[in-house]
């Protein structure tokens, strides 16, 4: 795909926020990528604007069907001042990936990933600096043909925005506690699972809901089938350390996300000599490696918190505390050595970062 990529500069840049402030996903940048699709035309107007609102119709297919897709991930300002990303082009295939499933025309990841770049060099003042900030990264395809029929958009339109946000642990690491469901489904073999389409997070709202008035931070998925082998957490993916050994679900069914984060896990936990193996797994099996004194650590993996300490669980009100509820050791070493390698501190002997 050789295409011009026109830029347009906002003519009033907006003020930076408070990085001791920022959130997740609150204050946007001053500017956005933008690229549209005709089935007769491909992908094309590659365009960098200034941020902002655009009109659409009410019969826009993707407010009624559903064909979205999005991605996440973060660029950095490392320790030496440079400004990085974290294995961008694994994300973007993984669009594409969700794209297909979902009926929606492929990207150029190579046009895509140089459309990233200028933006991110445009809108570098916006990546903040603090310890444990970010800039995130949302690219994401809507469906755009106004048509209330049944059937895969023939238009369609990518963006890529751009969001500054805080440090997840600013104030140290807090285990979440989690609430393991086997009333609700959250994804089923064969179906969508593991695509990053919007209708995925539609469907764990209620259960999450739920989770959170119980006292809970978020939900653990069980299968479709059987509600008792584990999947993934809300917007996570899963691994338990039992007896020496690191286990997390397989993605054989294609029910749960193949997590960028996930992946590096695996990656480094095998280059620092553990045994790590992707399988299923039940929650009876995780309860009875906690009755057998073998469960030694449990945490979420995602590009919001890298890390993310289980310290409770509750399935059939049978609730259990890993570690004391809090953080444990082997966690705690993989988010140094992850984060490390993010921020410059550690060697990156895995060829994740690429350079703006």
Request: hydrophobic fraction near 40%.
């Amino acid at each position: 795909m050789q295409q011009e990529i026109k830029v347009i500069k906002a003519q009033t840049p907006k003020p930076k926020p408070d990085e001791d402030s920022l959130g997740f996903g609150i204050h946007f940048t001053d500017h956005m990528f933008v690229m549209d699709y005709h089935v007769d035309k491909g992908w094309y107007d590659p365009r960098i604007v200034p941020y902002g609102p655009f009109e659409v119709e009410p019969s826009l297919m993707v407010f009624h069907y559903g064909q979205a897709v999005f991605e996440g991930m973060k660029a950095y300002r490392n320790i030496h001042g440079e400004t990085v990303t974290f294995r961008p082009m694994d994300n973007l295939r993984r669009l594409n990936r969700s794209s297909e499933r979902l009926c929606i025309p492929k990207i150029d990841e190579e046009f895509v990933w140089e459309a990233l770049r200028k933006l991110l060099e445009i809108d570098r003042d916006w990546i903040p600096s603090r310890e444990g900030t970010s800039l995130y990264i949302r690219p994401f395809i809507i469906a755009t043909d106004p048509n209330l029929g049944v059937r895969p958009s023939y238009t369609y339109r990518f963006f890529i925005i751009l969001s500054p946000v805080g440090a997840y642990y600013k104030e140290g690491f807090k285990p979440v506690k989690i609430y393991v469901t086997d009333k609700y489904v959250r994804a089923a073999r064969g179906g969508v699972g593991y695509t990053k389409t919007a209708g995925n997070y539609a469907a764990s709202l209620y259960a999450a809901e739920e989770a959170k008035q119980k006292g809970y931070t978020q939900v653990l998925w069980l299968d479709a089938c059987e509600h008792k082998y584990v999947e993934e957490v809300g917007t996570m993916n899963i691994f338990f350390k039992i007896n020496g050994q690191l286990i997390t679900p397989s993605l054989e069914g294609k029910s749960i996300l193949a997590g960028i984060t996930r992946d590096s896990v695996i990656q480094l936990a095998k280059a620092l000599g553990y045994d790590v193996v992707e399988r299923s797994i039940s929650i009876e099996e995780v309860y009875r490696a906690h009755a057998d004194g073998k469960l030694e650590d449990v945490f979420g993996t995602g590009t919001a918190a890298v890390i993310s300490p289980v310290g409770v669980l509750n399935w059939n009100d049978q609730v259990i505390e890993i570690n004391g509820g809090q953080m444990g050791e082997f966690a705690k070493l993989i988010y140094d050595k992850l984060t490390g390698i993010q921020y410059g501190r550690e060697e990156d002997r895995f060829g994740w970062i690429q350079r703006i």
